[in-house]
């Protein structure tokens, strides 16, 4: 095991913490590695939402280029991040088990949401949920790593602020005002890690292969099957879920309108020895139930 793993990373503190778990399990196997943190487009720019920046995998680009470029050798990312697309000559080398999917609200005490409150989130499914839910409300948009949005909620006269409860656990910042929002369908992948390796790198692959966990994998690709058929990516509001109970997998996926207004949904439930294509099949069943006009209508939006 002579050749040093260099793994690429974004340099907020989450990523770090991804990369460094990563590091530490690679390393109780045995492999020596090395951390090389970046500055990704959607961590510089922050004056713009995401989905009009209209790079794909724009958390995610700067590390491809980096790993088809000889510059690190593996890239550890928030899987949620990811495009459902792979660069060519990238590929998945492993999905570490999955922390919570939920989302939450932290917030600056007791709060009567029937009356008109400010929300900040940067995420369309966010937005869109929470509008279904309090069509009344005031959505701001929030960019920016984890801490950057706590310090913004905490400067501004916000009621509060959406974020993934695993992330702020992670690194250890989840405020004692917070509600979890178990009714919100979660991002695809959302509070998974994946290592992406050059195809071509058997060493690399075998290392990382070590650190699967299958359950999450399973779950995760079904979710991301779901929104890749949806061609959803940053730019529609999606959510999908995906949970194994002891051999059955149970799943729910949704598409919004972007006011929150039109909500069409999909669940079942299937063994998870046949569970080939679930994604898939479901992603189908809802555009057949409308959501093929709602996507054609939500991208015009979005493009304009």
């Known amino acids: 095991m002579t050749k040093v793993i260099r793994i690429g990373t974004r340099d907020s503190e989450l990523a770090l913490w991804q990369a460094k ?8 196997y045995g492999y020596t590695t090395t951390l090389v943190p970046v500055k990704s487009t959607g961590d510089l720019v922050l004056d713009k939402p995401l989905y009009e920046l209209g790079i794909t995998g724009i958390f995610t680009k700067t590390l491809d280029v980096a790993m088809l470029n000889g510059t690190v050798d593996i890239a550890v990312h928030s899987m949620k991040d990811v495009p459902t697309a792979l660069p060519i000559g990238i590929v998945q080398a492993a999905v570490l088990e999955r922390a919570e999917t939920v989302d939450v609200l932290v917030h600056k005490g007791a709060t009567d949401y029937h009356k008109k409150c400010t929300i900040a989130t ?3 499914r966010r937005k869109a949920q929470w509008l279904n839910k309090y069509p009344n409300h005031i959505i701001t948009d929030l960019r920016g790593n984890v801490n950057t949005r706590l ?10 602020a959406i974020f993934a409860k695993a992330g702020l656990e992670r690194i250890q ?12 369908i979660p991002a695809p992948a959302q509070g998974a890690m994946v290592i992406v390796a050059l ?26 099957e779901f929104l890749r058929v949806l061609e959803g990516g940053c ?3 999606i959510g999908a879920l995906a949970t194994i109970e002891e051999d059955a997998i149970y799943f729910n996926g949704v598409l919004f309108s972007l006011d929150g207004q039109v909500k069409i949904e ?10 080939e294509g679930l994604g898939t099949d479901c992603a189908l069943e809802l555009l057949d139930n409308g959501g093929r006009g709602l996507m054609k209508e939500i991208k015009g939006q979005i493009h304009k």
């Open 199 to 224: 195809e071509n790198d058997e060493f690399c692959k075998t290392a990382c292969a070590k650190l699967n966990h299958e359950p999450s994998a399973l779950c995760t690709h079904i979710e991301r």
């Open 235 to 237: 730019t529609a509001p």
């Open 266 to 275: 999909v669940s079942r439930s299937i063994s998870v020895n046949h569970s």
């Open 173 to 184: 910042v989840l405020p004692e005002n917070y509600q979890t929002l178990d009714w919100m």
């Open 21 to 28: 778990t990563v590091q530490s399990q690679l390393e109780s």
């Open 122 to 124: 940067g995420s369309l």
């Open 151 to 160: 310090q913004k909620l905490a400067d501004n006269n916000w009621t509060g």
